[in-house]
């Protein structure tokens, strides 16, 4: 098996990444070695189930592990309170308890629901993490932020909590959607621009490769991003600080997202308010204009969106800015690129500045 291992750092409260191909033929095995739970409800969306939901329940069951699958509709729009109200109903009459486990199997929306139900079902029961699409891989599945959303913002309802393990497997990325595969390197791309100048220009130089999932290029790709999230997340594990930088992109482009009623994919999304708060930098003398185009360059390399919708109502954006959870007092706070692989946290932006990006054609 062609494997990387790390771990994220928090003392007694440390965990492990597996990544490489086949891992997920390694989860019921390890969990037989080294349990987290009695037993193991696996949550999943119903597309997510249909694909791998019963290889891992028959490998897991094999093994002598009791588990069972717990699945919701797949989509954004599904990640209610309600939805974790009937998954918690259906622990409690399943019998589940404080000594069993969950294990999420599935992209962010999964990763995210299954942690938040795990941290408040029972107050607090283990969980590990099977995050089947890139963007679950490289960035939500590892750092412990879960959540729901509510009409007036992404994940406005959430908690940290931190998983056992996280097994990412980099063969599942062949059943992914192109869209949603090209959706996941604007977060991979992140990690590049706020943190590693080193990073950016590989990504640039391995394109193909990574497009074409080599596991050459895919498997060093994503223990980078894991690495960096972890260094960030053993520094400011609950984003008093430091951690506020992988919210690169996530600003703006949680506006937007929200205001095309979830139309536009998370990651094209980020891709769309990276590219804004590299011309916000410019526009509020932050950075320079290259550093504007060098993101652009990127994302249009890999496929993704740089421009907000003319169709969006911009008004609408603007609420959801003034809604964001990194708002304060009314003031918004925006990561901005100052080069490439530093980036700088403020809510000194002129509004005229806010508006110009917004606006502009």
């Known amino acids: 098996m062609n494997e990387q291992t790390l771990t994220v750092g928090l003392d007694e409260r440390s965990y492990p990444i597996f990544i490489g191909s086949n891992v997920l033929a390694s989860v019921a095995p390890r969990l037989e070695a080294h349990p987290v739970g009695k037993r193991y409800a696996i949550i999943s ?27 919701f509709p797949a989509g954004e729009e599904h990640k209610t309170s309600s939805t974790v109200t009937r998954l918690a109903s259906e622990l409690a009459q399943q019998g589940f308890d404080r000594g069993d486990a969950l294990i999420a199997l599935g992209g962010g929306v999964v990763g995210d629901i299954t942690g938040f139900l795990a941290s408040i079902y029972m107050r607090g029961i283990p969980f590990v993490q099977i995050p089947t699409t890139l963007l679950s891989q490289v960035d939500s599945s590892v750092g412990g932020k879960t959540g729901v959303d509510i009409p007036e913002g992404k994940n406005l309802i959430g908690t940290f909590y931190q998983p056992r393990a996280v097994f990412i497997d980099i063969d599942v990325l062949a059943t992914l959607p192109e869209q949603e595969l090209r959706g996941g390197l604007a977060e991979v791309i992140k990690y590049g621009v706020i943190l590693d100048a080193a990073f950016f220009q590989r990504l640039l130089e391995q394109r193909e490769q990574i497009l074409d999932l080599e596991p050459s290029a895919l498997i ?15 520094e400011d594990e609950r984003e008093g600080g430091l951690r506020r930088i992988l919210n690169f992109g996530h600003t703006i482009g949680h506006a937007v997202e929200a205001a095309s009623g979830f139309e536009i994919i998370h990651g094209f999304a980020v891709a769309i308010g990276m590219q804004a708060a590299a011309e916000l930098a410019g526009l509020a003398d932050y950075g320079d204009a290259r550093v504007a185009v060098a ?36 003031r918004i706070f925006f990561v901005l690129p100052t080069t490439i692989g530093r980036v700088t946290v403020t809510d000194q932006v002129a509004e005229e500045a806010i508006d110009a990006v917004l606006n502009r054609e």
Request: with cysteine; hydrophobic share 40%.
């Open 45 to 71: 969306d119903e597309t997510v189930a249909g694909i791998y939901g019963q290889r891992l329940l028959d490998a897991l069951t094999k093994a002598g592990i009791g588990c069972s699958l717990i699945t």
């Open 295 to 330: 993101i652009r360059e990127i994302l249009e390399a890999y496929g993704l969106p740089t421009e907000i919708p003319s169709s969006l109502d911009r008004a609408m954006i603007r609420r959801y800015l003034l809604s964001d959870k990194k708002t304060v007092d009314g």
């Open 220 to 234: 060093p790709m994503i223990r980078t991003c894991c690495a960096i999230k972890a260094q960030v997340v053993e």
